[in-house]
């Protein structure tokens, strides 16, 4: 199958075939099954005295602008023409990149533990997006979602560096 050149389509080619993203997209899907397991554990556990409902405890008003930000992060990533960029793990780089990576494992677990966990009233009463199961899920996974953005971009800018082009190639990309 032809690949891209990430010098004419803006920015890195990533092959979700590569044995790294292979092996990062496994781990992901552990976390979440953990996550679910987890979270099974916690409804199962759960108080069956139900807490009382906080006023404003459900943070509807701030997700909203977590909502407009993520829009404006997608619609900017399709409009903007990114420059083109090459990967670049060096070993720096790498240990710059762990804690976001850390955070996308993290995030992949948490997303599995409110599937379960969520469906305990106590879990949701006072919960962003609560007091119900799809309120809270709602908000939860909108945060895991633009955090998720902010998180591949920085990753992006982190583990990559530009594409040094010549000056007959510079040129013709000016001029389109």
Do not use: E, K
């Not at 389509?9 to 092959?15: E, K, L, N, R, V």
């Not at 044995?19 to 996550?35: I, K, N």
């Not at 009382?52 to 399709?78: C, D, I, K, N, S």
């Not at 609560?130 to 998180?151: Q, S």
Request: aromatic share 8%; hydrophobic share 55%.
């Amino acid at each position: 199958m032809p690949t891209r050149d990430p010098a004419r389509h803006g920015g890195t080619m990533i092959d979700v075939r590569s044995p790294v993203v292979r092996q990062f997209s496994a781990l992901l899907a552990v976390a979440f099954a953990a996550g679910l397991a987890f979270g099974g554990y916690l409804f199962l556990h759960r108080d069956p005295h139900v807490a009382g409902f906080v006023p404003w405890t459900a943070a509807w008003p701030q997700h909203a602008v977590v909502a407009v930000v993520g829009a404006l992060l997608v619609l900017g990533v399709r409009a903007r023409r990114w420059p083109p960029r090459t990967p670049a793990p060096t070993p720096a780089r790498l240990v710059l990149a762990a804690p976001l990576l850390a955070l996308l494992v993290f995030a992949a677990f948490r997303a599995g533990v409110q599937v379960l966990a969520g469906l305990d009233p106590n879990f949701t009463v006072n919960a962003w997006g609560g007091p119900t199961y799809l309120g809270a899920m709602a908000c939860h996974y909108l945060d895991l979602a633009v955090g998720g953005i902010v998180v591949v971009g920085a990753l992006r800018l982190i583990l990559t560096r530009p594409v040094v082009q010549s000056g007959p190639a510079r040129r013709s990309a000016s001029a389109a």
